[in-house]
């Protein structure tokens, strides 16, 4: 505290003027001395004496010495200094290359000379930070451009493609309907390959033209209800649930930042995956979430034949397959989609290798700013009754997380059968 | 059902430089016994030509549907579409944009210059043939046209 009160003080009060109140008050002090000791002089012998002239030489040499002390010390300190101080504004004023020059005594040169390093040190600095953002600048628009042209080279691809892909297989099938009859079984089976590998081309190009789309939507992640989406792709899925026999258990699901489209993509490729891959049983879903602030942390677990944990990465690869084709039908795009969308909400997605039940993925999504708890949003100083951020919880996220026929996350005690 | 199929034959306008499509259409209309003439022509020039009755075409009778392609060369399907619908003598034939793209842009530009069907071609032959004979069903047997 004293600290600081001194600091304020030297604030108030510059050197010079503190100097010139020294001076000044010596130079009072020595009158005071001259006059009190004349009147003490006087009083005693009640004539001058050789002693009184002594006396007053010696006042009046000391009056002199004060007097060109105070001067001396103005020129040869408080000068410089000030000088120094008015460079060193207009270097801090932002004129970085303006020289620092004073003369003056041997501190104030080499203050001067320290300021002028510090001040080299800063341009250098500068000019290397500089440096760094022109390149990163020049960095993020190449790598604009070549998003720019990939996208672009992807969609102009997949329409011109599917022309003559559209050409192979529509004549392979004339000839067949046509010939048919006239040719054999083998022709009718080279026919046949033509119009798969044709129509599987197709398929390929249709989830890159999905693969590139994303992102190149003009529209902002708005508030979306991930219950709707996952209620969208069921509908849309509503055939192979029906053959396979599948049940999908989940509780309420939140309202997410993301875009409804791309949003029931991502359910209806994890739920295609859960309905594929069936080890023969009938396929059983169950969705769950929870806060994992500021997002939503979903976990989807199926009874599916599950994915080596050796795979957990590749999978989520463009085009990687782990099943031949004969076994199981797809593009191998599914996932990849689905990591690229998420990845552009700005969440993440990836495979719980602790499940071995069946194959498990945990994904988050953007929590809406309104969902946060206040502890996100105030910090942990703002008080708030406890049973109060229960009960919130309780209305936002009734996921069944607590039930015990429910999977738990990974650390829990997990009592799944 | 009111039935307004005319039991004369229609002469119906492909635009189209895919001779694929030209020969597919052909299928399509061989294959359901369609009755109308399948006229097909490459580029916008010559449809307009076609359609005005100039040019080699001088005696092009007047189609009563007409099938256009969006990618055409030269002058782009839209442009040819612009024009038709600009023209009063040949704003009334429906015309229906028949094409590979599915780009929502073209789908939007067809019909903001008042195409009356916007159909993306089939990958699948049978599903291609199918989209000819339903729009050949609803624009030459179902519907009334302007005489």
């Not at chain 1, 600048?137 to 190449?142: D, F, L, Y």
């Not at chain 2, 039991?7 to 030209?22: N, Q, S």
């Not at chain 2, 944009?97 to 009356?116: F, G, K, P, W």
Request: hydrophobic content about 45%.
């Amino acid at each position: 505290m004293t600290g600081t009160k001194r600091a304020d003080a030297a604030r108030r009060w510059p050197l010079s003027q503190v100097v010139g109140v020294a001076v000044l008050a010596l130079l009072l002090f020595s009158v005071a001395v001259v006059v009190i000791g004349e009147i003490a002089l006087v009083s005693a012998h009640g004539t001058r004496t050789a002693l009184d002239t002594v006396f007053i030489v010696l006042a009046i040499g000391l009056l002199l010495t004060v007097v060109l002390l105070g001067l001396g010390l103005r020129a040869t300190v408080i000068r410089p200094l000030r000088r120094l101080a008015g460079q060193v504004r207009q270097v801090a004023d932002g004129d970085l290359f303006r020289e620092v020059t004073v003369r003056g005594p041997r501190e104030v040169t080499s203050l001067a000379a320290d300021v002028n390093t510090m001040r080299e040190r800063i341009l250098h600095e500068l000019a290397a930070s500089q440096g760094a953002n022109a390149v990163l600048r020049a960095q993020a628009e190449e790598l604009q451009r070549s998003n720019a042209e990939l996208e672009q080279f992807a969609y102009v691809a997949s329409h011109d493609l599917q022309e003559p892909l559209r050409k192979v297989a529509s004549f392979s099938q004339l000839l067949q309907r046509r010939y048919a009859g006239q040719l054999d079984a083998r022709a009718d089976q080279y026919i046949e390959y033509a119009v798969d590998g044709a129509k599987r081309m197709q398929a390929l190009i249709n989830d890159l033209l999905a693969y590139s789309r994303v992102g190149r939507s003009a529209r902002e992640p708005a508030l979306v209800s991930s219950d709707a989406a996952l209620t969208q792709a069921r509908a849309n899925l509503a055939e192979q649930i029906e053959e396979t026999g599948a049940t999908v258990e989940t509780g309420h699901l939140p309202l997410v930042l993301a875009e409804l489209p791309l949003l029931i993509a991502v359910f209806q490729n994890l739920l295609s995956n859960s309905l594929k891959f069936t080890g023969g049983k009938p396929p059983r879903v169950v969705i769950t979430v929870r806060r994992d602030e500021p997002f939503w942390l979903f976990s989807f677990s199926d009874n599916s034949i599950g994915i080596d944990p050796e795979y957990a990465e590749r999978i989520f690869v463009l085009f990687q397959r782990l099943n031949e084709r004969s076994a199981f039908a797809g593009t191998g795009i599914g996932l990849a989609l689905t990591r690229k969308i998420i990845e552009y909400f700005g969440g993440r997605i990836w495979l719980d290798t602790t499940w071995t039940e069946g194959a498990r993925f945990l994904f988050t999504l953007p929590m809406p700013e309104e969902t946060l708890t206040p502890d996100a949003i105030q910090g942990p100083d703002s008080a708030r009754a406890p049973q109060d951020r229960q009960a919130a919880r309780l209305i936002e996220a009734p996921a069944p997380l607590d039930q015990p026929d429910h999977p738990q996350y990974p650390g829990d005690e997990d009592t799944n059968g | 059902m009111a039935d307004c199929a005319d039991p004369k034959v229609i002469d119906v306008l492909m635009v189209d430089d895919d001779d694929g499509d030209a020969l597919m259409t052909r299928e399509a209309f061989e294959y359901y016994k369609i009755r109308n003439r399948l006229h097909v022509v490459s580029d916008g020039e010559q449809a307009l030509q076609f359609l005005r009755r100039t040019g080699p075409f001088a005696d092009a009778p007047r189609p009563g549907l007409i099938l256009l392609d969006v990618n055409l060369p030269r002058r782009s399907g839209l442009e040819v579409l612009a024009e038709l619908k600009q023209d009063p003598e040949l704003l009334v034939i429906p015309v229906v944009m028949l094409t590979t793209s599915r780009a929502e842009e073209d789908i939007v530009r067809s019909y903001s210059l008042h195409a009356n069907a916007f159909v993306s071609k089939p990958v699948d032959f049978e599903h291609f043939i199918e989209a000819i004979r339903q729009i050949d069903n609803f624009f030459l047997t179902l519907v009334c046209l302007p005489g």
